[in-house]
């Protein structure tokens, strides 16, 4: 059973407009959620990380915002640039269950010039 | 060489072949993982190694046997796979084990099993 959920497989948006990836969880224990970002033929590289007693964090034009009550979060990227262009995985954890990272599968941005 | 490094980046195999993927850390970390990335699926944990000791194993086939000589080198090992092991193979290290430590990838290893 998928824990972490990313329902848009891609998203295509303009350069210079903003960029929204969304994310959805259903562990409750999860406190610890990480935005990983994946090029063709690369492997994931860390992109930003939100922890559970945060809402909001800011990394330059990167954004997360996580609403726990929703049990959603999203990443916002301003302004979107072509080189933006990539996957985008969502991962959570519990600090509790140490260890693992689940991910989501992933959706795939375009950002046309 | 810096980050982690992952040999080899393409392999192709027979079902009755034995292989094995390597992987490397140089940053220092004391826990490493090997993850699969099958198509259209999210990566999946198969391994952790915290201080060269395995602490999980997500009910992995024995096919699949991983070593971990020392904290900086992390090794799969593949016998009599089948097709459906066909995947993107993941290597990645952090500095604890916790569930809040950043963990850093590798390029991967594209496995083909015929």
């Known amino acids: 059973d998928q824990q972490v959920k990313q329902n848009s497989p891609s998203l295509s948006v303009q350069e210079g407009r903003i960029s929204i990836l969304n994310c959805d969880y259903t562990?409750?224990?999860?406190?610890?959620f990480l935005w990983y970002k994946k090029y063709p033929a690369e492997g994931p590289t860390f992109l930003i990380s939100i922890s559970s007693i945060k809402d909001k964090n800011e990394d330059g034009r990167f954004t997360v915002f996580l609403n726990k009550s929703a049990k959603h979060l999203s990443l916002h990227i301003v302004p979107s640039q072509p080189g933006d262009s990539a996957v985008y995985f969502c991962a959570a954890s519990a600090q509790d269950s140490g260890y693992a990272l689940n991910f989501g599968k992933g959706t795939s941005l375009l950002v046309t010039p | 060489e810096t980050g982690v490094t992952q040999t080899p980046r393409h392999l192709v195999m027979g079902m009755t072949n034995k292989k094995s993927l390597k992987c490397e850390q140089h940053l220092g970390h004391n826990a490493m993982y090997w993850y699969k990335q099958s198509a259209k699926k999210p990566l999946e944990l198969m391994f952790v190694y915290s201080l060269e000791e395995r602490v999980e194993n997500n009910s992995v086939p024995s096919r699949f046997s991983p070593e971990c000589p020392n904290s900086s080198h992390l090794f799969l090992h593949l016998h009599t796979l089948q097709p459906e092991d066909s995947a993107l193979y993941l290597c990645?290290?952090?500095?604890?084990?916790?569930?809040?430590?950043?963990?850093?990838f590798g390029p991967g290893t594209r496995l083909l099993v015929l």
């Open positions: 990645a290290s952090s500095q604890g084990s916790s569930g809040t430590e950043t963990q850093y």
């Open positions: 562990n409750s224990m999860f406190d610890y």
